[in-house]
């Protein structure tokens, strides 16, 4: 089993930027590949992000390219989202989730663990 320990969601004007964490624990060696994903009130989980804890290979969803960056510490287990130029549009409930498959997956249902989420909140 993997656990996943989302946190650093909040509230922040449009235009802003926030971080957030992702700490895995457990059977960590069996997660190969971590992604993002975000679901907004009454819509379907949507994909933000992926990353390979191997060589740092991301893939992003064209909503957030050029905004969002993910990056990893191998050595804390901890994956980041920081999430720059906000907009409200970006409110949402957003989760990391990992894999153990080694392909950059965009759909939930590829994802073996899933964290908590933190809620992100963008005022207009």
């Known amino acids: 089993q993997v656990q996943l320990v989302e946190s650093g969601g909040g509230l922040v004007q449009a235009g802003g930027s926030l971080r957030v964490s992702c700490v895995a624990s457990g059977r960590t060696f069996s997660s190969r590949v971590m992604g993002w994903f975000r679901q907004a009130p009454g819509k379907e989980r949507e994909f933000v992000g992926t990353?390979?804890?191997?060589?740092?290979?991301?893939y992003y969803a064209d909503s957030v390219k050029g905004r969002f960056t993910i990056s990893r510490d191998n050595a804390k287990n901890t994956v980041y989202l920081q999430m720059n130029s906000l907009k409200p549009e970006d409110t949402a409930v957003y989760y990391c989730a990992a894999r153990t498959g080694s392909g950059l997956a965009t759909i939930p249902k590829e994802y073996n663990y899933w964290g908590q989420g933190t809620q992100v909140t963008v005022s207009s």
């Open positions: 990353i390979r804890w191997t060589g740092g290979s991301t």
